[in-house]
């Protein structure tokens, strides 16, 4: 099956630097990925798509200039969270999709935990 | 605005009995709906997708339905297992939006 893997699997930061998260499809290509953010028990909010070799579109409220990405290859997203503070620390998901079509299936990275201190 | 809504409280059930979640959206005409699971401190993993012409899915213990004239849509998990406790995720998607959206989910829990 597809195999979506997110590197690193948690990270603890100091407030004020940043973060960079890596989204790959492992054995598929992905034209688009998604990026996810996640609060204590809470649902799965969507903070951006992103298509390859284009810009990603944000979801209203998310800031472009703080969490950037860069959809580089069909098998790589990164996610970077610039000059994270505290509130920032939440679980980041990513998620890749092989075809165009509404149905296809969006496959789940495992998550990354990002503690800001 | 779109909405969608799920059993906000943690659903308890007895093991070998079946388990049944809901899910709810106003506002909301989606093409086709998937449900998830996700377990504590992971992504979710896909399970079923039902389109709008579609009343019934099934695969294994799982069955799910899909009422566009309630706005509802309904998970079963039948015998079920202390190893599908889990939290459960429906996602309604519109027909032209490229997105999933989630629901709130709900935790399930199956006891021995």
């Known amino acids: 099956g597809a195999v979506v893997s997110q590197h690193p699997s948690w990270v603890i930061c100091k407030s004020g630097t940043s973060v960079k998260i890596e989204c790959r499809s492992l054995d598929f290509q992905a034209t688009t990925m998604f990026w996810y953010r996640q609060f204590p028990k809470q649902s799965l909010m969507l903070m951006a798509t992103?298509?390859?070799?284009?810009?990603?579109?944000?979801e209203q409220g998310v800031e472009k200039d703080k969490f950037l990405i860069n959809h580089a290859s069909l098998t790589l997203s990164t996610l970077t969270v610039t000059s994270a503070h505290p509130e920032d620390s939440s679980f980041y998901i990513c998620?890749?999709?092989?075809?165009?079509?509404?149905?296809?299936?969006?496959?789940f990275g495992p998550g990354t935990r990002l503690t800001v201190l | 605005s779109q909405k969608i809504e799920q059993n906000s409280e943690a659903l308890n059930i007895q093991e070998g009995k079946t388990a049944t979640l809901t899910c709810n959206y106003t506002n909301y005409s989606p093409a086709y709906l998937q449900w998830y699971r996700q377990d504590p401190g992971r992504g979710p993993v896909f399970l079923l997708l039902?389109?709008?012409?579609?009343k019934e899915k099934r695969k294994e213990r799982l069955k799910v339905t899909f009422d566009t004239t309630l706005k509802q849509s309904l998970f079963h998990i039948t015998a079920s297992q202390p190893a599908d406790s889990a939290t459960y995720l429906c996602?309604?998607?519109?027909?032209?939006?490229?997105?999933?959206?989630f629901g709130t989910g709900t935790l399930l829990a199956v006891q021995p």
């Open positions: 998620s890749a999709r092989a075809g165009a079509g509404v149905t296809d299936t969006q496959y």
């Open positions: 992103s298509n390859e070799g284009s810009k990603a579109t944000y």
């Open positions: 039902i389109r709008e012409n579609e």
């Open positions: 996602a309604p998607k519109g027909g032209a939006t490229n997105k999933l959206i």
